[in-house]
């Protein structure tokens, strides 16, 4: 059969179009010796090979041979079934990384928040288990400074005069500091600094109400509060931690093929994946 000829399936009643070239990108699986006649289970009816599997799961194995690569969505569960199908067809790369559990389990991740109120001033520090998850708060978090007369601690929004954005301090790729209130300079005027977490569009300059803002941000996100403490009674740190499953973004399998060959198959994680 030409590589270029147009392949009908029908898998569990649900219908297939590819190219042959797609099925015999692995020239051992059952799928490629479909199309020589070398594997009579495959029965062809008026011009469709019929395959009694289960349809649903055949396309995720339809995607792994068009674009050699395969991401599982989030709530995907049926692991060991894809497995077995993998398994089924001989495509043996895709069913060994399917068996590799510490790519697909939920993980636990924990985030802690630390928050210290100053006389006008308070300050916030953020750790997280997952740099990613940090890394994307950091880009939702948002920092203004600029001198200001006349205003003081529960101003609820800043002057017409123009705000200044501040970098976040980054210690580290697990954590963040940023801090949010005013310090006098001279006479009336003072310095002061205003947080913004997106989506919400206010600029806050009040300690407490930008602490509940972020909490309520991150049981927005899925997170759930399982304590609170005092971490320093002498300066008086309270300590917020939070904690959620998270299931992986999807499971990308990268295979690297040479003329011949039947792959070589790699696993690698997806972009929101990366950190620990």
């Known amino acids: 059969m030409s590589n270029r000829e147009v392949v009908v399936l029908s898998v569990g009643g649900v219908r297939f179009v590819t190219q042959a070239s797609t099925l015999q990108q692995f020239p051992e699986s059952r799928l490629a010796r479909m199309l020589n006649d070398e594997d009579r289970e495959f029965k062809q009816v008026n011009g469709e090979f019929f395959v009694d599997r289960d349809g649903n799961l055949f396309s995720y194995i339809m995607d792994f041979l068009r674009t050699l690569q395969v991401a599982l969505p989030t709530d995907f569960s049926d692991y060991q079934r894809l497995q077995r199908e993998a398994e089924f067809y001989e ?17 636990l991740e924990i985030l802690e928040v630390r928050f210290l109120l100053q006389e006008m001033q308070a ?42 954005p501040l970098p976040l301090e980054r210690p580290s ?18 310095v002061a600094r205003y947080v913004s977490i997106k ?5 806050l300059i009040n300690g407490t109400n930008v602490l ?26 309270e300590c ?6 998270r299931r992986p973004a999807g499971l990308t399998v990268t295979v690297n093929q040479s003329p011949g060959s039947s792959g070589i198959a790699q696993a690698k994680r997806s972009q929101m994946l990366k950190g620990k």
Request: glycine letters at 6%; charged letters at 20%.
């Open 91 to 107: 495509l043996y790369s895709l069913a060994d990384l399917l068996s590799q559990e510490h790519l697909l389990k939920p993980r």
């Open 123 to 164: 300050f916030f520090r953020i750790f997280g288990s997952c740099s990613s998850t940090v890394e994307a708060l950091a880009e939702q978090i948002a920092v203004f400074t600029g001198q200001q007369s006349g205003q003081t601690w529960n101003s609820p929004f800043p002057s017409q005069k123009p705000l200044i």
């Open 173 to 190: 790729h697990h954590d963040m500091v940023f801090q949010c209130g005013t310090d006098y300079s001279a006479g009336d005027q003072f």
């Open 199 to 203: 989506p919400d569009n206010r600029k």
């Open 212 to 237: 509940g803002l972020l909490v309520d941000t991150l049981l927005k996100d899925g997170f759930r509060l399982i304590s609170t403490r005092t971490v320093s009674s002498e300066e008086k740190v």
């Open 240 to 245: 917020y931690s939070f904690e959620r499953m």
